[in-house]
Nanobody, 122 residues
Framework: QVQLVESGGGLVQAGGSLRVSCAAS????????MGWYRQPPGKQRELVAT???????NYADSVKGRFTISRDNAKNTVYLQMSSLKPEDTAVYYC????????????????WGQGTQVTVSS
């Protein structure tokens, strides 16, 4: 069974740093784009950052210069290093990945992790 498992969330003070990780496991034949999204309390889910298989990154304006997305293709893992955290960064953070799950097809399908809570106190 294919799944994405996140880890590393928690409580941190404003101005602090935190790193979250997300590993894809199961019958995976390839990983295309990976990314992080977040859902603040009472709000809709929003894009945080994405990274292609070749390493091209894209960030939401609200996190540019503070967050860094990276990936380890050998481990099918994506990371989000968060620095200079603000209370408004408080949210459930979800990872996503476009996964190839068949040896006979190049089609990829989007998968989501279960989410990890990040809380930034003021």
């Amino acid at each position: 069974q294919v799944q994405l498992v996140e880890s590393g969330g928690g409580l941190v003070q404003a101005g602090g740093s935190l790193r979250v990780s997300c590993a894809a496991s199961g019958s995976i034949y390839g990983v295309a784009a990976m990314g992080w999204y977040r859902q603040p309390p009472g709000k809709q889910r929003e894009l945080v950052a994405t990274i292609t298989s070749g390493g091209t990154t894209n960030y939401a304006d609200s996190v540019k210069g503070r967050f860094t997305i990276s990936r380890d293709n050998a481990k099918n893992t994506v990371y989000l290093q968060m620095s200079s955290l603000k209370p408004e960064d408080t949210a459930v953070y979800y990872c996503s990945a476009d996964l190839r799950t068949s040896a006979w097809s190049l089609v990829t399908y989007p998968y989501w992790g279960q989410g990890t809570q990040v809380t930034v106190s003021s």
